[in-house]
């Protein structure tokens, strides 16, 4: 999801999942996920003459995302509609 | 995975720096290669190259993931070949440790016979038990040996192609340690002969510890031979049907392991309703009671292993029907 914002390289990756999803998760982990993506062909590496490689979401990750995003929406559409119910039936936890 | 041919010049420098830095030792070669120097980088950007105790921690799980995964011991990356090949190979890693600990419990059970009172139905479960688990025990032991006698023809094909720089050091590690435990073992043998039962059972302290020696180095050398013929099987290109064998054999030695587990529980229960003061042999073991600490790790030990056992196998019926695709 970071990567729809743009390409970044790992640290600026680390600081914007950070920020947007309060998580610091650590480089073995990060990379670790940055591996399974790329094999999955959802993100690809960028050419860098540094050793910082910036990466960018692919066309099957855009898609991959969107489909999550679509499941996500779908949650919190159930989730509101569950609340509404309860809070019908119980007035009380409103 | 893709290679870093396409890095630049200056970068390819860089690379084999990430691809050596002690940091990422955990990670396997090929994984540095690639991803190397730039894990290097963000551990400079977010830590001043000074990771804390934690990070390395993280490190060091990543890159035994990253090992699991290559091998094809998890995830879905590597080949369904490579998949029913891991899980072959951690079976035979389970049986190795089994061996070892099971030498733990045969000594343990020595004499066992003698502890249980003279009436016929007090013998016959734990009798019946301990015999199971030994036919069991020689079958898995017939499995393990066809299955490295399978693996030899192409493993001699792989040696003669140029493999043997591969596995050369593993392979003399193992011979030096087998070496030694060979001049170990003879003058242990020469010496216990001219010792009465109760020097040999703890009465001769310095026969003790040579004798604890001589246990270590044997632990070891089937460690190392374990090692040499999982590094020779990771690199050599099985046929199908090789393979195939190799995981209905690894199957049927997990399953030996189940049965050998579940034959030593009932010996357990039938020794402690009958003759609980003889399952009190270690100094940790309390008068009566037939919870000694030392049966109790060497099984909570060959748990351990056959649960592992199972895991490999688990994975070969996991990646199977991909393999069969393919």
Same mark, same amino acid.
């Given at each position: 999801?970071?990567?729809?914002?743009?390409?970044?390289?790992?640290?600026?990756?680390?600081?914007?999942?950070?920020?947007?999803?309060?998580?610091?998760?650590?480089?073995?982990?990060? *990379?670790?996920?940055?591996? &399974?993506?790329?094999?999955?062909?959802?993100?690809?590496?960028?050419?860098?003459?540094? &050793?910082?490689?910036? *990466?960018?979401?692919?066309?099957?990750?855009?898609?991959?995302?969107?489909?999550?995003?679509?499941?996500?929406?779908?949650?919190?559409?159930?989730?509101?509609?569950?609340?509404?119910?309860?809070?019908?039936?119980?007035?009380?936890?409103? | 995975?893709?290679?870093?041919?396409?890095?630049?010049? $200056?970068?390819?420098?860089?690379?084999?720096?990430?691809?050596?830095?002690?940091?990422?030792?955990?990670?396997?070669?090929?994984?540095?290669?690639?991803?190397?120097?730039?894990?290097?980088?963000?551990?400079? $950007?977010?830590?001043?190259?000074?990771?804390?105790?934690?990070?390395? /921690?993280?490190?060091?799980?990543?890159?035994?993931?990253?090992?699991?995964?290559?091998?094809? #011991?998890?995830?879905?990356?590597?080949?369904?070949? $490579?998949?029913?090949?891991?899980?072959?190979?951690?079976?035979?890693?389970?049986?190795?440790?089994?061996?070892?600990?099971?030498?733990?419990?045969?000594?343990?059970?020595?004499?066992?016979?003698?502890?249980?009172?003279?009436?016929?139905?007090?013998?016959?479960?734990?009798?019946?038990?301990?015999?199971?688990?030994?036919?069991?025990?020689?079958?898995?032991?017939? #499995?393990?040996?066809?299955?490295?006698?399978?693996?030899?023809?192409?493993?001699?094909?792989?040696?003669?192609?140029?493999?043997?720089?591969s596995v050369r050091g593993h392979f003399l590690r193992a011979l030096a340690c087998t070496?030694?435990?060979?001049?170990?073992?003879?003058?242990?043998?020469?010496?216990?002969?001219?010792?009465?039962?109760?020097?040999?059972?703890?009465? /001769?302290?310095?026969?003790?510890?040579?004798?604890?020696?001589?246990?270590? /180095?044997?632990?070891?050398?089937?460690?190392?031979?374990?090692?040499?013929?999982?590094?020779?099987?990771?690199?050599?290109?099985?046929?199908?049907?090789?393979?195939?064998?190799?995981?209905?054999?690894?199957?049927?030695?997990?399953?030996?392991?189940?049965?050998?587990?579940?034959?030593?529980?009932?010996?357990?229960?039938a020794m402690a309703k009958d003759a609980p003061a003889f399952l009190n042999a270690s100094?940790?073991?309390?008068?009566?009671?037939?919870?000694?600490?030392?049966?109790?790790?060497?099984?909570?030990?060959?748990?351990?292993?056959?649960?592992?056992?199972?895991?490999?196998?688990?994975?070969?019926?996991?990646?199977?029907?991909?393999?069969?695709?393919?």
């Amino acid at each position: 999801m970071s990567l729809a914002g743009g390409a970044k390289h790992g640290h600026a990756l680390l600081k914007d999942i950070e920020e947007f999803a309060g998580v610091k998760l650590g480089p073995g982990a990060l *990379y670790g996920a940055i591996t &399974r993506l790329e094999e999955r062909g959802l993100i690809e590496p960028l050419a860098s003459d540094d &050793r910082r490689r910036p *990466y960018q979401i692919t066309a099957a990750g855009s898609q991959a995302l969107a489909d999550s995003v679509a499941q996500m929406r779908e949650l919190v559409r159930l989730g509101q509609a569950r609340l509404k119910m309860v809070r019908t039936a119980r007035p009380r936890l409103a | 995975m893709r290679t870093e041919g396409q890095g630049t010049k $200056d970068s390819q420098g860089d690379m084999n720096e990430g691809a050596s830095d002690p940091r990422l030792r955990w990670y396997p070669p090929s994984w540095r290669a690639r991803y190397g120097n730039e894990l290097i980088a963000l551990l400079d $950007d977010e830590y001043g190259g000074h990771p804390p105790a934690l990070v390395h /921690l993280g490190l060091a799980t990543g890159g035994l993931r990253q090992r699991a995964r290559q091998s094809g #011991l998890t995830g879905d990356s590597a080949p369904a070949a $490579d998949g029913v090949r891991a899980g072959a190979l951690v079976v035979l890693a389970a049986w190795t440790a089994f061996v070892i600990v099971g030498v733990s419990f045969a000594k343990f059970s020595e004499h066992f016979d003698e502890a249980l009172p003279h009436s016929m139905g007090a013998h016959r479960v734990p009798d019946l038990a301990l015999t199971v688990l030994q036919t069991v025990a020689g079958v898995a032991s017939i #499995l393990v040996v066809a299955g490295a006698l399978l693996a030899v023809p192409t493993f001699v094909r792989y040696l003669r192609a140029d493999g043997w720089s591969s596995v050369r050091g593993h392979f003399l590690r193992a011979l030096a340690c087998t070496g030694l435990a060979v001049a170990v073992t003879v003058p242990l043998l020469v010496w216990a002969h001219h010792l009465t039962p109760h020097q040999r059972n703890g009465g /001769l302290h310095w026969y003790g510890a040579l004798f604890l020696i001589w246990a270590a /180095l044997i632990v070891i050398t089937l460690m190392l031979w374990t090692v040499v013929a999982v590094a020779a099987a990771r690199r050599v290109v099985f046929s199908r049907a090789i393979l195939t064998t190799e995981a209905i054999l690894a199957a049927g030695i997990a399953l030996a392991m189940v049965i050998m587990d579940g034959a030593t529980a009932v010996w357990w229960g039938a020794m402690a309703k009958d003759a609980p003061a003889f399952l009190n042999a270690s100094p940790g073991g309390a008068p009566g009671s037939p919870w000694d600490i030392w049966l109790i790790a060497t099984v909570a030990l060959m748990a351990v292993a056959m649960g592992t056992a199972v895991v490999g196998v688990v994975r070969e019926v996991r990646v199977w029907p991909k393999m069969r695709v393919g």
